[in-house]
């Protein structure tokens, strides 16, 4: 089995998104995965994520309302295979928490899935308009549809 961890700074837009497309995805090709989030701030411990997002969700088939934000931890090292962060600020966030080098292995770029090696990153819709979230939500659509062809070839 599996475990892949999404991380974003608060664990309210982007890493749920990104969850929640994930693990529609995983459910409908009836893969052995397990998919959560995380943030690498506490500010959103507990809360559901952005209404902005959870509406863009809803429209789009990907309802997120259950999710709760939650901070990434150390042990989240031991519990997931594959840590994939939003941007080099949360790379640079988790790859700080690691132990050593198997740690930082696991930690990667989310859009590197879709611009390998570009260091691109998913921008932060929170401070922007609704378009953001459409935006954001269109690169992780792309972005969990790579993940997933990855995911079925190692079955």
């Not at 959870?54 to 990907?62: D, L, S």
């Not at 050593?100 to 308009?129: A, S, W």
């Amino acid at each position: 089995m599996m475990k892949i961890l999404m991380v974003c700074l608060g664990n309210i837009c982007r890493s749920p998104m990104a969850d929640g497309l994930l693990r529609k995805k995983v459910a409908e090709n009836n893969l052995d995965v397990v998919v959560d989030s995380a943030g690498t701030g506490d500010w959103h411990v507990g809360e559901a994520p952005d209404a902005r997002m959870r509406e863009t969700g809803k429209k789009n088939g990907v309802p997120i309302d259950e999710l709760r934000g939650r901070q990434f931890k150390v042990e989240d090292f031991d519990e997931f295979d594959r840590i994939i962060v939003m941007d080099k600020s949360n790379f640079e966030n988790v790859t700080k928490l690691s132990r050593d080098e198997n740690d930082t292995k696991k930690v990667e770029l989310f859009l590197d899935l879709t611009h390998p090696g570009k260091g691109v990153e998913v921008p932060d819709p929170y401070f922007g308009g609704d378009e953001g979230f459409k935006n954001v939500f269109d690169m992780l659509d792309a972005g969990t549809d790579v993940l997933i062809k990855e995911l079925q070839k190692d079955v």
